[in-house]
């Protein structure tokens, strides 16, 4: 590492970057994304994938999907600038906002993915229990399934609630953002 201000300020930000980049490997993204999302957040100007490309040495069809996915995740959004032809993108720099969104999209995924299959599990043991064949045994196992989906309901109920209160903001409320003061 060189000792101009450029690359003080480049080694100085690394730290953070890299933390990043573990952080978004924990929530199951690729170290490559967190490590460009973490160079997006520091620079200035929206930026090209080109530009992209050659911060972070990675090819453009890795650069290219690895926007589509941040994008996706509300982390990135497009930007238009007047006068220039290439698509350019900037990070999403609100975190709060970005936490919101993130866990948003995936708890709202996991609820719809549980909730059918719960449906069709409940609609099969009802049947099951409707059926004349079903013996004492089976059909007190069926009974505790269905108490056992009758918890996991009231789950996805709560779990509702809570996506609805972080998209309304209501969180901040419950648990409000820390001042200038508070961070010392």
């Known amino acids: 590492m060189g000792s101009d201000p450029e690359s003080k300020l480049e080694e100085a930000r690394r730290e953070y970057i890299e933390s990043l980049t573990e952080t978004m490997e924990m929530y199951g993204l690729s170290p490559s994304m967190g490590r460009l999302y973490g160079i997006m957040f520091f620079h200035e100007k929206p930026m090209t994938l080109d530009e992209m490309c050659q ?10 999907t690895g926007v589509r996915a941040l994008s996706r995740l509300k982390l990135v959004h497009k930007k238009w600038q007047k006068g220039v032809r290439k698509d350019l993108y900037e990070a999403e720099h609100d975190q709060f906002r970005s936490f919101i969104d993130f866990f948003s999209q995936l708890w709202e995924k996991e609820i719809q993915l549980n909730e059918k299959a719960l449906a069709k599990t409940e609609k099969k043991l009802k049947d099951l229990l409707d059926s004349d064949d079903i013996d004492p045994d089976t059909a007190q196992q069926i009974h505790r ?40």
């Not at 911060?55 to 290219?64: Q, V, Y």
């Not at 399934?145 to 998209?167: G, I, Q, S």
Request: proline residues 4%.
């Open 55 to 64: 911060r972070t040495g990675m090819s453009k069809t890795s650069m290219s």
């Open 145 to 184: 399934d269905l108490e056992k989906l009758t918890e996991a309901k009231r789950y996805y109920a709560w779990l509702e609630r809570m996506v609805k209160t972080f998209e309304n903001g209501r969180i901040f409320e419950l648990v409000p953002i820390p001042d200038d003061e508070e961070l010392d």
